[in-house]
């Protein structure tokens, strides 16, 4: 089956999507740092391929983490892997290890001669939020690349939202639960930004 990706050629800035485990909220609102979780290696890892996105990281401080992230990553490099999955496989080129939010702002800025733009997202409403519609603007216009940062376990820190550039409006529907699982999340955000379909209100 021929793969299909989403055209993203009006985005004139580069994306790049980060999922983040530390720092990171638990259910009590303590700061905690999360596991590296298979789904969402391989979930997110399609969704960014799909969309075309730049690169996708893995942003994790613990050592013993990145070895599980690595053991992940090691069965899909082997023969029996592409056999199987080719497109699994293929999926996992976009994706990369990084300790913290700060490395992967370095690696971006090396790569790109340029500071991103930091975007973070979070499920709650918070004063001066830029809009999905802003967002691809900024996109569309700007030459720096832009990193959208997601957060694992209960969301975000707050230190990492109050040193962004911008914070991301939640996705809501009218339904007064707000608590998607962040693959749905990412796949959600990117389709909001890339489709031409989607029209904000």
Same mark, same amino acid.
């Given at each position: 089956m021929e793969k299909i990706c989403v055209k993203s050629d009006e985005l004139k800035s580069k994306i790049? @999507?980060? #999922?983040v485990h530390y720092p990171?909220?638990?259910? *009590?609102?303590?700061t905690i740092t999360s596991g590296? !979780?298979?789904l969402d290696v391989h979930d997110l890892s399609r969704s960014a391929l799909t969309f075309e996105v730049h690169k996708f990281y893995i942003i994790h401080p613990n050592d013993r983490q990145k070895e599980i992230f690595e053991q @992940? #990553?090691?069965?899909?490099? !082997?023969?029996?892997a592409s056999f199987y999955?080719?497109?699994r496989v293929e999926a996992l080129s976009v994706i990369s290890f990084s300790k913290s939010i700060e490395d992967t702002i $370095? $690696? @971006?800025? /090396?790569?790109e001669k340029i500071d991103p733009i930091i975007v973070t997202t !979070? *499920?709650?409403?918070?004063? /001066?939020? @830029? %809009?999905?519609?802003e967002t691809r603007k900024l996109a569309e216009n700007s030459e720096r690349p832009i990193l959208l940062l997601f957060g694992t376990g209960n969301g975000l820190h707050e230190i990492t939202h109050e040193q962004a550039d911008f914070v991301l409006t939640p996705i809501q529907n009218k339904a007064k639960y707000n608590h #998607? %699982?962040?693959? %749905? *999340?990412?796949a959600i955000v990117l389709d909001r930004l890339f489709s031409e379909e989607y029209k904000e209100e």
């Open positions: 790049y @999507i980060g #999922l990171v909220y638990n259910k *009590a609102g303590e590296i !979780t298979n @992940i #990553l090691g069965f899909w490099k !082997t023969e029996m999955n080719q497109h $370095e $690696e @971006i800025r /090396n790569q !979070t *499920a709650r409403h918070r004063d /001066n939020q @830029i %809009s999905f519609r #998607l %699982s962040v693959r %749905s *999340a990412v």
